[in-house]
């Protein structure tokens, strides 16, 4: 429910709940070092905070999620990304964090207004169809027409300037 881009850059051992987490990240980046498992059926329970649930919409419900799921398996940095759970591995563990802070740089250059409203969309069009999704977008970019960002992109692009965007409004939950 943030409604911001949330990037992971997971090194080490991503066990557990460290995998509950992680899931919830719209990026997520790792060292070629990192070991990723659903440990907790080993431990005679299912996987209870969010994994069983997220997982197979960021990966596919096929059957090696499944088996990863119902066995506990470690798998390293390079099957996470075959199975496009981490969309980078970073060249060395001392890369990571630079990679991870490069890609949050790229996002803040775009227009908030625009990022928010991807994220949302990205979000409500997983669990909804395709008219839902292009409905929820027009909704969603109406409102964007609002804000200055449109108007102040292109005039950026006119000039060959890097366009400025104001700030969102504090988010809140009332």
């Known amino acids: 429910e943030c409604p911001v881009p949330v990037i992971a850059a997971i090194h080490g051992s991503c066990i557990g709940g460290g995998i509950d987490l992680t899931c919830c990240a719209d990026v997520r980046l790792c060292s070629p070092l990192t070991t990723f498992s659903i440990r907790e059926v080993q431990l005679g329970l299912a996987a209870d905070v969010g994994t069983l649930q997220r997982l197979p919409k960021i990966v596919g419900h096929g059957s090696r999620v499944r088996e990863l ?34 890609v949050c740089q790229r996002i803040a250059q775009n227009s908030p207004v625009a990022v928010v409203n991807t994220k949302s969309s990205l979000n409500y069009s997983r669990d909804h169809s395709v008219a839902d999704g292009l409905d929820h977008i027009a909704t969603q970019n109406s409102l964007a027409l609002m804000s200055d960002d449109l108007v102040n992109s292109f005039m950026a692009t006119t000039t060959g300037e890097k366009p400025s965007f104001a700030n969102l409004s504090p988010h809140s939950r009332l």
């Open 69 to 102: 799921c119902l066995t506990g398996e470690d798998f390293d940095a390079r099957e996470a990304a075959y199975l496009g759970f981490v969309s980078r591995v970073s060249p060395s563990p001392e890369r990571l964090l630079p990679m991870a802070i490069q």
